[in-house]
């Protein structure tokens, strides 16, 4: 009765009134609305307000990934994950999440500036998404979305994973779940065929990010999506001459078609991952203090700074409005 009675505080606690916001620029967008920078009239603290369009959301099935999104974001605390700050589904058009608002923009943008991540910096970069991964698999969360456009860079140069629309709570720890979703790309063969999946797609899609990191390319790349998930079942990969050998190893023991043979669902856990010789030298300790010097420092010029961002035009969201007895939102 009392834990029931805490979820509901923390649920009141996360409501906003959105008048309380004043809108500012876009700095994104998606299938479902913008994501737009706000500010908190009496306290001046800028946020970011993702704006979805509750119809479309309706129309395309996605109420239960809205809300599961909701409700995984309401319950998870971590320096390398956004943060929820509130959220509101009042409005009879659209729903509104309040979020820390991260200014150093996309990784993607970086390693498209980039190309390629020397190793070090790889090597950062990636023990983020370690950490994220063991703390969401600790409790039966599993991500199934990473790809560089869900990943944000603070001021201070460490990450943030954003957007949990595809995260899924699993009843137990060895749960599967049966739902076709993420990027083409990153794919896990058994989301691919449908035998059901659980965290171990996260561990296969943490292989993809390494070798896209360091090659600049994923590694079942094709310009259809047929062929790329016929690439991925295939599981050959082609190694650039160059690549760093350790690197290799790891990327070889992630990308491993059998789940039962895949790092990060043996035996000793994230332990293989982190005790690879990939890492070797890596100070794990001062990484999870925040007390390693990050590899790139965004340029930010004030807490309204959008210029890692890409310009968006403004304009209005039209949407029509959802009655109340055909709401899914209005009692949440």
Request: with cysteine; glycine share 6%.
């Amino acid at each position: 009765m009392e834990d029931k009675d805490k979820d509901k505080s923390k649920k009141k606690k996360l409501k906003v009134k959105i008048k309380d916001f004043e809108k500012l620029n876009t700095v994104g967008l998606g299938s479902y609305g913008r994501v737009c920078l706000c500010k908190k009239k009496k306290s001046g603290k800028v946020y970011v307000m993702k704006i979805l369009k509750k119809n479309d959301i309706i129309k395309q099935k996605q109420v239960d990934h809205v809300y599961s999104e909701y409700t995984i974001l309401s319950k998870l605390k971590h320096p390398f994950i956004v943060q929820l700050i509130g959220v509101n589904f009042e409005d009879p058009k659209y729903i509104y999440f309040i979020l820390e608002y991260i200014q150093g923009g996309e990784l993607f943008t970086l390693l498209r500036s980039n190309v390629t991540f020397p190793v070090p910096q790889t090597k950062f970069y990636i023990a983020h998404i370690i950490t994220v991964f063991e703390y969401l698999h600790s409790k039966n969360i599993v991500y199934r979305d990473l790809k560089p456009e869900n990943i944000l860079i603070n001021k201070n140069g460490y990450l943030k994973l954003t957007d949990f629309g595809f995260a899924k709570q699993l009843d137990s720890e060895k749960a599967k779940t049966y739902t076709l979703c993420g990027t083409p790309e990153y794919l896990a063969p058994e989301i691919i065929l449908n035998k059901g999946h659980g965290k171990a797609v996260d561990w296969w899609t943490l292989g993809i990010l390494l070798f896209e990191m360091l090659v600049g390319i994923d590694p079942f790349s094709d310009d259809e999506p047929m062929k790329t998930y016929q690439k991925i079942l295939k599981g050959k990969i082609n190694f650039p001459k160059e690549i760093d050998k350790d690197a290799k190893s790891l990327i070889k023991h992630l990308l491993v078609q059998d789940t039962t043979k895949r790092y990060g669902c043996l035996k000793n856990g994230v332990k293989d991952i982190l005790n690879h010789r990939f890492f070797d030298g890596f100070d794990w300790k001062n990484f999870v203090y925040l007390s390693m010097e990050a590899p790139y420092i965004p340029q930010i010029k004030n807490d309204e700074d959008t210029s890692n961002f890409e310009k968006y035009p403004e304009s209005d969201l039209e949407s029509s409005t959802v009655d109340k007895k055909n709401d899914p939102f209005i009692n949440w």
